[in-house]
């Protein structure tokens, strides 16, 4: 299976301060009909997961724009601008090049 | 509006079996790929099960393999998974999501499976 790991684990961050998500992959996440299929999901606490980003850097519609996501083969990063209240949860990034498909552990987010 | 709506979670004893069912609406069902993915409490999400449009094709975590059985009833726009030989450390929400190719673009809002004695 493709191991995904994620860091940092906790990230504490000041409102309106950026922050920055790591996660890489054991394989290349390229797959073969050359897409990237790497996805960011939000899951905020006591709810279920949200998609923010598709296939690296693809974000979905009512996204905001302070979300973005960048990287290629096996280093992805997802990053927020600025920080908002909202985005307390915890971060997963997912792979579905190879079967099967894998998150990573997930990031905390937290305000300080 | 796409949604995805789990029920079936309850408690049960080790060894028991459970069936989820997952209703689906807002879009075509029978023209997508589904999933069940779970969460244990406090941990990280994990992909269970697959199953494609037409339900002729199937796939399961070596975790469940044996023991799960997904299925889905497209004339009644709904996804199952059957869950028997239940351990404790299958105890989790589960969610539905549907298949965008390449990621999960939905989810439903999960429905939760404690197995104790």
């Known amino acids: 299976d493709v191991l995904m790991t994620q860091s940092p684990l906790s990230l504490p961050v000041t409102l309106g301060q950026p922050a920055s998500i790591s996660c890489r992959s054991s394989?290349?996440?390229?797959?073969?009909?050359?897409?990237?299929?790497l996805n960011w999901f939000q899951q905020r606490p006591g709810q279920s997961p949200r998609r923010l980003i598709y296939?690296?850097?693809n974000r979905d519609s009512g996204v905001p724009d302070r979300f973005s996501g960048s990287g290629s083969g096996t280093d992805f990063t997802l990053k927020i601008s600025r920080v908002e209240a909202e985005d307390v949860g915890v971060y997963y990034c997912?792979?579905?090049?190879?079967?099967?498909?894998?998150f990573g552990q997930g990031t905390k987010v937290e305000i300080k | 509006e796409v949604q995805l709506v789990e029920s079936g979670g309850d408690l049960v004893q080790p060894g028991g079996s459970l069936r989820l069912s997952c209703a689906a609406s807002?879009?075509?069902?029978?023209?997508?790929?589904m999933h069940w993915v779970r969460q244990a409490p406090g941990k990280g999400l994990v992909w269970v099960s697959f199953?494609?449009?037409?339900?002729?094709?199937?796939i399961y975590a070596d975790s469940v393999k044996g023991r799960y059985t997904i299925s889905r009833d497209n004339a009644k726009n709904t996804l199952y998974l059957q869950m028997n030989s239940l351990r404790a450390e299958d105890t989790a929400v589960y969610y539905c999501?549907?298949?965008?190719?390449?990621?999960?673009?939905?989810w439903g809002q999960g429905t939760l499976v404690t197995v104790s004695s």
């Open positions: 997912m792979q579905a090049t190879h079967w099967p498909w894998t």
């Open positions: 199953i494609n449009s037409d339900g002729s094709s199937t």
């Open positions: 394989q290349s996440l390229v797959h073969s009909d050359g897409n990237t299929y």
């Open positions: 296939k690296v850097s």
């Open positions: 999501a549907r298949d965008g190719y390449g990621t999960y673009d939905y």
């Open positions: 807002g879009f075509t069902f029978s023209s997508y790929s």
